[in-house]
């Protein structure tokens, strides 16, 4: 059989520097478990602007269908703030979401019991934290027409619609019922039925889909400012948390710095089977280019290594190698190994990119 494929679009800022150490797992994983696969390398966001003018060439669109899964570093960074909103870097990667039909964005909010102290949040808050957010990635106010700024009686309007359709809720919400079954069977579904058509809907949707085909799960719903009060008061109350496009891109950095660090959190974005049965697929760490500190080495490699961890569960049926990587980070990390972003009041030197590679490896190799 053919090795799995993998595309891998670094992108801007700290992306490639946070892709070289995953390389090298990837690297790890074909010397040591039989685990090879097929890599190619592309550009996407800011890099692909510069070299092409546009932030997503439809030669690297295409590749990217045809792989087994995408995994993509961060898009962005100020050199590019100015661009024509058309080919902003961003634009590449709503592309990649859109013409793949990513529909179901998973965002794991899991605090490490090394790094519960660096949670803005008391520690017996957060110690233990394991939520999965289920994003809807492909539709809602993001993508709905119509958009744009117009001029109506000499002002400027501008405008974006919020709108789904069944069908999208609907394997939202299967998605987010199918993962619960294999956590701790809960899903709490987050809109705005009080003012908004398109969330009346959705909760209708759930519930029937709830009713359905997944009545043995525990199905809650909240509206989303409710939500994100109860993220923050007591998070350990939810288990999935399924909601739309853009409450859950906010929703999901409130929940990715209850852990303490948005440079731990990986991110799935899963769409349908493909001929060989596996999701179209790709995978990101939630936290963007951070351009501050691009360049210098010590940018945190973890949420983009457990973004590969999450590929090998999701798309290649390897969940007791994604077990291993895991273990390995909380091995290093439990054993005090600190990038920058994870210095608390102690001190210390922290490691650099390239070193978090280095004992991420080494507590691997001691794994076999
Ligand atoms: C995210 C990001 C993106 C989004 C940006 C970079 C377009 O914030 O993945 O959460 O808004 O979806
Ligand atoms: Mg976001």
Same mark, same amino acid.
């Given at each position: 059989m053919a090795n799995p494929s993998l595309l891998i679009l670094a992108g801007d800022g700290i992306g490639p520097e946070v892709m070289d150490e995953v390389k090298r797992i990837i690297g790890w994983f074909g010397d040591k478990r039989d685990l090879t696969f097929d890599v190619s390398e592309d550009l996407v966001g800011g890099a692909a602007y510069d070299a092409h003018g546009v932030p997503l060439h439809d030669d690297t669109m295409a590749k990217a269908q045809e792989v087994d899964a995408v995994l993509l570093g961060a898009v962005g960074g100020p050199k590019y703030d100015n661009l024509d909103f058309s080919v902003k870097p961003e634009r590449g990667l709503l592309r990649l979401r859109k013409e793949m039909d990513l529909f179901a964005n998973l965002r794991p909010a899991q605090c490490f019991d090394a790094l519960a102290d660096f949670s803005?949040?008391?520690?017996?808050? /957060?110690?233990?934290?394991?939520?999965?957010?289920?994003?809807? *990635?492909?539709?809602?106010v993001y993508f709905g027409e119509p958009r744009g700024i117009h001029i109506e009686d000499n002002m400027r309007v501008g405008i974006n619609t919020q709108? #789904?359709?069944e069908a999208e809720i609907e394997r939202a919400a299967r998605a987010a019922f199918e993962l619960a079954k294999k956590r701790g069977n809960k899903v709490c579904s987050m809109e705005k039925a009080n003012v908004m058509e398109s969330g009346i809907l959705?909760?209708?949707?759930?519930?029937?889909?709830?009713q359905a085909d997944y009545a043995d799960v525990e199905l809650s719903h909240m509206y989303a400012d409710n939500g994100a009060m109860q993220l923050v008061r007591a998070p350990k109350q939810f288990d999935v948390i399924l909601t739309d496009n853009l409450f859950g891109d906010i929703l999901s950095d409130c929940a990715a710095m209850l852990t303490g660090s948005l440079g731990m959190l990986p991110s799935a974005s899963l769409g349908l089977p493909m001929a060989n049965g596996r $999701?179209?697929?790709? #995978?990101? $760490?939630?936290?963007?280019?951070? $351009?501050? /500190?691009?360049?210098?080495?010590?940018?945190? $490699? /973890?949420?983009? /290594? *457990?973004?590969?961890?999450?590929? *090998?569960? #999701?798309?290649?049926?390897e969940g007791a190698e994604a077990d291993r990587l895991e273990a390995a980070i909380e091995k290093v990390l439990a054993d005090g190994a600190r990038t920058g972003d994870l210095m608390g009041p102690e001190g210390g030197t922290p490691l650099g990119t390239t070193e978090m590679g280095d004992v991420?490896?080494?507590?691997?190799?001691?794994?076999l």
């Amino acid at each position: 059989m053919a090795n799995p494929s993998l595309l891998i679009l670094a992108g801007d800022g700290i992306g490639p520097e946070v892709m070289d150490e995953v390389k090298r797992i990837i690297g790890w994983f074909g010397d040591k478990r039989d685990l090879t696969f097929d890599v190619s390398e592309d550009l996407v966001g800011g890099a692909a602007y510069d070299a092409h003018g546009v932030p997503l060439h439809d030669d690297t669109m295409a590749k990217a269908q045809e792989v087994d899964a995408v995994l993509l570093g961060a898009v962005g960074g100020p050199k590019y703030d100015n661009l024509d909103f058309s080919v902003k870097p961003e634009r590449g990667l709503l592309r990649l979401r859109k013409e793949m039909d990513l529909f179901a964005n998973l965002r794991p909010a899991q605090c490490f019991d090394a790094l519960a102290d660096f949670s803005s949040l008391k520690k017996e808050l /957060i110690a233990g934290l394991d939520i999965m957010i289920v994003r809807e *990635l492909t539709s809602g106010v993001y993508f709905g027409e119509p958009r744009g700024i117009h001029i109506e009686d000499n002002m400027r309007v501008g405008i974006n619609t919020q709108r #789904y359709t069944e069908a999208e809720i609907e394997r939202a919400a299967r998605a987010a019922f199918e993962l619960a079954k294999k956590r701790g069977n809960k899903v709490c579904s987050m809109e705005k039925a009080n003012v908004m058509e398109s969330g009346i809907l959705w909760r209708d949707v759930v519930n029937e889909v709830h009713q359905a085909d997944y009545a043995d799960v525990e199905l809650s719903h909240m509206y989303a400012d409710n939500g994100a009060m109860q993220l923050v008061r007591a998070p350990k109350q939810f288990d999935v948390i399924l909601t739309d496009n853009l409450f859950g891109d906010i929703l999901s950095d409130c929940a990715a710095m209850l852990t303490g660090s948005l440079g731990m959190l990986p991110s799935a974005s899963l769409g349908l089977p493909m001929a060989n049965g596996r $999701p179209k697929a790709m #995978y990101e $760490p939630v936290h963007g280019s951070a $351009p501050d /500190i691009a360049g210098q080495g010590k940018a945190n $490699p /973890i949420a983009c /290594i *457990l973004s590969f961890a999450m590929a *090998l569960r #999701y798309s290649f049926d390897e969940g007791a190698e994604a077990d291993r990587l895991e273990a390995a980070i909380e091995k290093v990390l439990a054993d005090g190994a600190r990038t920058g972003d994870l210095m608390g009041p102690e001190g210390g030197t922290p490691l650099g990119t390239t070193e978090m590679g280095d004992v991420i490896l080494a507590a691997l190799d001691a794994s076999l």
